[in-house]
C-alpha cells in the first residue's frame, strides 16, 4: 500500500490524516515517481485551511523529489530509474504517486533529494520576484519583509547578490542575527516604530518591496515605498493587508502579486538551473531542511503554525 496524507474537512494540522492508498499504472503522458523527499511550503497550510479552495478530500504539497518507476504512453526523454524533481503540482504528500511528466524537471546529480526538496520551489519562487515579478536592477533598494522566512531568506539574499541596497525584517533577535551578516540592514518586523526607522534607512523611499508577512508589516511597507515604486506581494503570513487603493494609485505604486508559475513559462530551464547554480554559489547561505517523516506531516504543520522551526521543513517518506 501507498502511505498518503489527506484532509477531508478544512482546518487545523490535525485534520491531515494518514491513509493508506493503492498506487495504480501511469496513464498516457503519466509516469509513477517514489518520492524521495517532499518540501513542505507555507501554502500547504493554506490549502489545509480552505484560504485556498481545494476539492475535499484532497492531498496536501505540491513538490517533491523521486525516481521513476513506471512509464505512462506516450511519455519521451524519461528513463525508468531516472531521479527527477516538480513545483507547483498538487498531491506531493505520499509515498508514491502518478504525476503528468510535463511537470517534471531534471535534477543534478550532486545535489541530494532532501537538498532539492528544500530549495527548488523557494528558489524559483525568489527567482520570480527578482525576474519575473519585478525585474531586479543593481544599485535598487529593496525591502524584504519576513526577510527571515524560508524564501524571503534566498531572495534577500540573492537580491544583496545581484547588487542590491537590501533591508530585511525578521521577527525574533535569532533570526535577525542569522541574517546580519548577509544583507545591508536587519530590522525588527514588530518594531513600533518600523516605519520610521526605514525612513531614516531610506529617506527617498525604497525601489520594492518584496512582501511575505502582509497585514502586519504593510502600513510600514507603504510608509517605505517610494512614489512610482513596486511592491510585490508574495506572501501573506499574517493576514491579507488592508489599505487606502486611491492612495496607493494616486502615488503610482505598482502592486503585483499571484501566482510564480506565469513568471516561470517559457523559462523553467533557465530557473531551475539559475537556483541550483545560485545555491552551489554559496549565495543562499547554509540552507538547513529540518526532516520529518511523512507520517509526521500534521507536526511540521503544527511547527509552521507555531513558529517553531527556521528555514526548510522536508518530508521523507
Not at 545581484?162 to 545591508?184: F, N
Request: no cysteine; net charge neutral.
Amino acid at each position: 500500500m501507498n502511505t498518503t496524507i489527506r484532509f477531508h474537512q478544512y482546518g487545523a494540522p490535525s485534520v491531515l490524516q494518514v491513509e493508506d492508498d493503492p498506487i495504480g499504472t501511469p496513464g498516457a503522458g503519466e509516469v509513477r515517481l517514489r518520492h524521495e523527499a517532499i518540501g513542505v511550503n507555507f501554502i500547504d497550510t493554506l490549502f489545509r485551511q480552505g484560504m485556498y479552495p481545494v476539492p475535499l478530500p484532497s492531498v496536501p504539497g505540491v513538490e517533491g523529489v523521486g525516481i521513476v518507476e513506471a512509464l505512462g504512453a506516450g511519455v519521451a526523454g524519461i528513463k525508468v530509474g531516472q531521479r527527477l524533481a516538480y513545483y507547483l503540482a498538487p498531491g506531493s504528500y505520499t509515498q508514491q504517486r502518478l504525476i503528468a511528466a510535463e511537470h517534471l524537471v531534471p535534477v543534478p546529480d550532486d545535489l541530494s533529494a532532501e537538498l532539492v526538496a528544500a530549495v527548488l520551489t523557494k528558489g524559483l519562487t525568489a527567482w520570480a520576484g527578482l525576474n519575473g515579478y519585478h525585474q531586479l536592477q543593481a544599485g535598487q533598494t529593496v525591502l524584504v519583509q519576513g526577510a527571515s522566512s524560508s524564501v524571503g531568506n534566498l531572495l534577500a539574499r540573492w537580491a544583496k547578490a545581484r547588487g542590491a541596497a537590501v533591508i530585511g525584517t525578521a521577527g525574533s533577535p535569532e533570526k535577525r542575527a542569522a541574517l546580519a551578516s548577509a544583507i545591508d540592514h536587519v530590522l525588527p518586523s514588530d518594531a513600533a516604530d518600523l516605519a520610521a526607522q526605514l525612513k531614516r534607512l531610506a529617506p527617498q523611499g525604497v525601489d520594492v518591496v518584496y512582501e511575505f508577512v502582509g497585514k502586519a508589516t504593510f502600513a510600514a511597507t507603504l510608509a517605505a515605498v517610494r512614489d512610482g515604486g513596486t511592491i510585490v506581494s508574495i506572501g501573506s503570513a499574517s493576514g491579507a493587508p488592508e489599505f487606502d487603493k486611491a492612495e496607493v494609485a494616486r502615488r503610482q505604486i505598482r502592486m503585483v502579486g499571484g501566482p510564480m508559475a506565469s513568471h516561470l513559462q517559457g523559462r523553467v530551464d533557465e530557473a531551475t538551473a539559475a537556483v541550483f547554480d545560485a545555491y552551489r554559489g554559496g549565495l543562499f547561505g547554509a540552507v538547513t531542511a529540518t526532516r520529518y517523516t511523512l507520517k509526521d506531516a500534521a507536526q511540521a504543520h503544527a511547527d509552521i503554525a507555531g513558529r517553531q522551526k527556521a528555514g526548510s521543513l522536508v518530508l521523507i517518506p
